[in-house]
């Protein structure tokens, strides 16, 4: 680096500016800093303290109706990690994780696909609309599925009118209606996360390809498919772990019968107030983040070359 | 150079603590230097939704026109176990004065060293409050009454339903909701239907499981949105589990699509205290809120508001509206739920209802 800078100097004008250098940049690094301590601080506040003081809870004593016995236990630990239930509130939460992920990428990737290589004047626009579901409030998003999947919703009243069905059918407080109320409201991320990873597909290639004989099948599967993979895995990725963290859409939609992780917290915290213990299978969820992240990061550089 | 960079970064770093100091990292409660008996403000924490338009409507606008000095601050929960968790939250530091929330949390905060006790004299109108309403070791005393209902669809049910056997009725299989606990209706509904099977809930719940069970697989929500009544009354469901009070005041919203009964088997009390927050910033000006809220004036306002049972004996309610609050003269089959059993259970229960009762 600094030989590439001095090139063409003589060496006592080198010593020289590579001083004055050193000195720029110790100033601007004190100053990049002295910028960096709000944010650091306000991320310190409002999350490192607040983690810390979740992680030092989860090893409180909870009692019943909130009482909170300051000690230092493994109990709130022991409890999730030897109980079966908690095994399948794990275990359910991220087959809902992994079910959302791919049925989002699914349906988001042919969009995705369009709009990285529309060349049309209005992509901007087309672009908007795909995320404008973002603008709406997730909650009511999953109102809107409500009234659709209804007993007495749109799909129902229809499928009834039409004579195909006599009684309605389940589409929602079940884990279906879940499913289709968070592939909708994770579409936008889904959408955006590919087209951001799509940097390596080029049309010329597709091209190449072509001119080379290949089946447009062919060119999808050899070109276009490989070359979308990390995007489809950013996507797949991102959609998987707001899928296990979401707590809105499985409470409303999934009518008490869908019992997840982020539910259980919710329970746990202001149904049962017992804080040390919410705190634990949050730090549980923290933990199970961190290993998954870790392992597809690896994935990915491994795919991605 | 140096000296004026490192004047800078100081500077920098003094301007940025500062700033995140005065934006909020402060806290801590102040002392109400302006509270007394007929001036300064109350911090209330109760109920939202319905439950909070119509108390402020019935309730705290009479009293600002009677207090005018008084400014009352309301922050809604959801629950009473929400309501305790706020105000375990603020033990160290209060920033609440009143609480009016669920006997059986009251009773919790009372244990916790929440509450102050109170007395007739600070709340005079204590006084009209019969005994069995008032708490033995002298904490907030029940401030309104209600009981669990059945609530049906008025078409589907011409006459009301008169047992809560009509739950397990294969006709309306898929067309039930029901509230699991650890909401209170659920909780209820446990207890009704162990005394439906004989059996004391105290000694153990095994019959009513087994019951509920067969409940399950017909109930279409266990968590029903927007909430119990709208469901009956959009006729996602046509019968639930809800409270009378908000049953009779939807019901009337709703032009009688939705009615509420109270079964033959009986049905369990659903009881609000009305409670001084120990150590309340604004102490003085809270028992006087106290006060007007257990006066014969406030309590019949909120009964015809929202058709909660008075808890004092000189609220005097219109015969239209004293037969559509629950009973409190004896007269209706009420199934005693033991507060500090229910401390101790609320969390069992729960379980058992995600393990056993609460079908995919």
Known sequence: ?305 | MKVTNKGKFAALAAISVSALVLTGCGGGSTPAANDSPDSGEVNLIAYSGVWQDQYTAAVIEPFKAKYPNIKINFSSKRSSAEMLSALQGQKNSPATDVAIMDNSVSTTGNKQGLFEKVDAAGVPNLANVPDDFKNKDGFGPVVMLDAVGLLYDTAAFPKAPDSWDVLWDPAYAGKINVNAPPSLLGLSLTAITSKMEGEDYTQGIDKAVARLKELAPAVQTFAPNPDEYQNVITGQTVLGLGQNARGQFYSDQSNKKMGVTFPKEGTVYQINTVNLVKDAPHAAAAKTFIDYSLSAEAQTAFAKALFYAPSVNNADLPADVKDRVVPTDGSLNIIPLDVDFLSSARDKWTDTWKREIITK
């Open chain 1, 1 to 305: 680096m600094t030989l590439l800078k001095t090139r063409g100097r003589s060496p006592l004008q080198a010593a020289g500016s590579g001083e004055l250098e050193k000195a720029t940049e110790k100033r601007n690094r004190r100053t990049y800093l002295a910028l960096l301590i709000p944010g650091l601080l306000g991320l310190l506040v409002s999350f490192v303290f607040p983690l810390a003081y979740m992680v030092r809870m989860s090893f409180n004593k909870g009692a019943p109706d909130g009482v909170i016995e300051e000690t230092f236990t493994f109990d709130t630990y022991l409890q999730p990690l030897t109980d079966p239930y908690y095994w399948k509130v794990t275990l359910d939460t991220f087959q809902m994780g992994v079910t959302v992920g791919l049925l989002c990428v699914l349906v988001s990737y042919p969009v995705a696909l369009f709009l990285a290589r529309s060349q049309s004047k209005y992509r901007g626009l087309l672009l908007a609309i795909a995320i404008a579901p973002l603008l709406t409030s997730a909650v009511v998003r999953t109102y809107g599925w409500m009234v659709i999947l209804g007993t007495n919703g749109l799909i129902n009243s229809s499928l009834t009118g039409m004579g195909l069905i006599d009684t309605p059918l389940k589409l929602t407080n079940n884990i279906t209606g879940v499913t289709i109320g968070l592939v909708e409201i994770f579409m936008p991320y889904a959408i955006l996360a590919m087209i951001s990873g799509f940097g390596r597909l080029s049309p010329q290639l597709e091209e190449a390809a072509g001119s080379l004989g290949a089946s447009k099948a062919k060119i999808f599967a050899r070109v276009t498919l490989p070359l979308s993979l990390p995007g489809i895995l950013t996507a797949f990725l991102l959609v998987f772990v707001l899928s296990i963290s979401t707590f809105i859409t499985p409470r409303l939609l999934g009518g008490g019968s869908v019992q997840v992780l982020a539910t259980e917290i919710y329970d746990q915290t202001t149904g049962l107030l017992n804080w040390p213990f919410a705190a634990a299978l949050s730090v549980i969820l923290l933990v199970l983040f961190g290993l998954i992240i870790a392992v597809y990061q690896r994935l990915t550089r491994k795919i991605g070359g």
